[in-house]
């Protein structure tokens, strides 16, 4: 199992390699995993070259070449750094063929917002998600609308991936039904005889309910985005 870094950095050279036929260069690599030196760079280099997935071409500048890829990884690459400190968050620009051939394919329901059960936005779309992406168990894909989320790394538009649970764990992030009829996309927290709805936005205000005003209707396991 690689690392989470030792994984972007794989797929970043892979998808470069495939667009330009040469790998990124340390400073791209640098600037697209959020690193402050080069020498991170060069340990996850030969950490990955240690492992077997890639090799340096003796004699040539920039020469790396990717040798194989993980057969069971369960971390999606990110490919904008300032989304990396989400250990939750899952998103891709491009999957090489190699990811995207074992995928399954989940039911999208429409944008998540107030005012809306998640069974009453239900339609007929689905979404190609790659089998090492879910685990076990049923799930759905939502699409997000508004930025409550932004600073756990959820914007407006993104696909995220839910995993249905009518149970979540203290700060987990999780679809949420209020008294019925309004569903959110919130952080979870319980507070003595409360149940705490905290968004990721410093302009929106915590809610607090009862329980028996909350339904847990599945929590986030992974989110996916397209960068045109």
């Known amino acids: 199992m690689l690392t989470k870094r030792q994984y972007q950095l794989l ?5 470069h390699l495939k667009k330009n036929g040469v790998p990124p260069s340390f400073e791209e690599m640098k ?3 959020g690193l402050k030196s080069k020498s991170g760079i060069h340990r996850l280099i030969s950490g990955l070259e240690e492992r077997g997935f890639i090799r340096r071409l003796p004699n040539k500048a920039r020469a790396l070449e990717v040798l194989r890829l993980p057969d069971n990884q369960n971390i999606v690459p990110l490919s904008v750094k300032s989304l990396m400190k989400n250990k939750t968050t899952y998103c891709f620009s491009s999957l090489s063929e190699n990811l995207v051939a074992n995928s399954v394919e989940l039911p999208r329901y429409g944008k998540i917002a107030a005012g809306t059960p998640i069974e009453a936005l239900r339609n007929n779309d689905t979404i190609a998600v790659p089998a090492n992406m879910i685990g076990n168990g049923a799930h759905y894909a939502l699409t997000v609308a508004g930025d409550s989320m932004i600073e756990a790394g959820i914007l407006d538009g993104d696909t995220v991936i839910i995993q249905r649970t009518d ?12 008294d019925g009829c309004e569903v959110t996309l919130k952080k979870v927290r319980r507070k003595g005889n409360a149940i705490l709805l905290e ?8 809610r607090i309910y009862s329980p028996e005003r909350i339904t847990i209707q599945g929590k986030l396991i992974g989110l ?3 960068y045109i």
Not at 11 to 15: A, F, M
């Open 11 to 15: 797929i970043l050279i892979e998808d």
């Open 31 to 33: 600037q697209e995993l």
């Open 167 to 178: 149970y979540v764990e203290n700060g987990e992030i999780a679809v949420a039904l209020v």
């Open 199 to 206: 968004p990721c936005n410093k302009n929106y205000e915590t």
């Open 224 to 226: 996916m985005r397209n």
